[in-house]
């Protein structure tokens, strides 16, 4: 059974940064598709960044110049690093994962690609 746990979601101003993490457990992150998703108030969940392997992260293109997505392989842990926060990337954060290393990053951006998925960490960024 594969369990993601997410933490560091929390209230910002905007400018400031947070970090959140995924602790997982069931499935090894150096061998797993590892995303992060988010849903802000009234709209579509959408993915942030993605990592897989080896392979050079990948970005919601919006996003790329101010969140970093990252992993603990020895904690097998991630954790996505936001700077410069927008009240727009208030939401709710995901993390998710699929036993696999997909191939075609066009994939890895996509929720119905990840079947296993975190509760959820609240992000808030106040103007």
């Known amino acids: 059974q594969v369990q993601l746990t997410e933490s560091g979601g929390g209230s910002a101003q905007a400018g400031g940064s947070l970090r959140l993490s995924c602790s997982v457990s069931?499935?090894?992150?150096?061998?797993?598709?590892m995303a992060w998703f988010r849903q802000g108030p009234g709209k579509g969940r959408e993915g942030v960044a993605a990592?897989?392997?080896?392979?050079?992260?990948t970005y919601a293109n919006a996003l790329k110049d101010r969140f970093t997505i990252s992993k603990d392989n020895a904690k097998n842990t991630i954790h996505l690093q936001m700077d410069n926060l927008k009240p727009e990337d208030t939401a709710m954060y995901y993390c998710?994962?699929?036993?696999?290393?997909?191939?075609?990053?066009?994939?890895?951006?996509?929720?119905?690609?990840?079947?296993?998925w975190g509760q959820g960490t609240q992000v808030t960024v106040s103007s």
């Open positions: 990592i897989v392997g080896s392979y050079v992260p």
């Open positions: 069931g499935a090894a992150v150096s061998s797993s598709s």
């Open positions: 998710a994962a699929s036993p696999d290393i997909k191939q075609g990053r066009w994939r890895l951006l996509l929720s119905h690609e990840y079947p296993y």
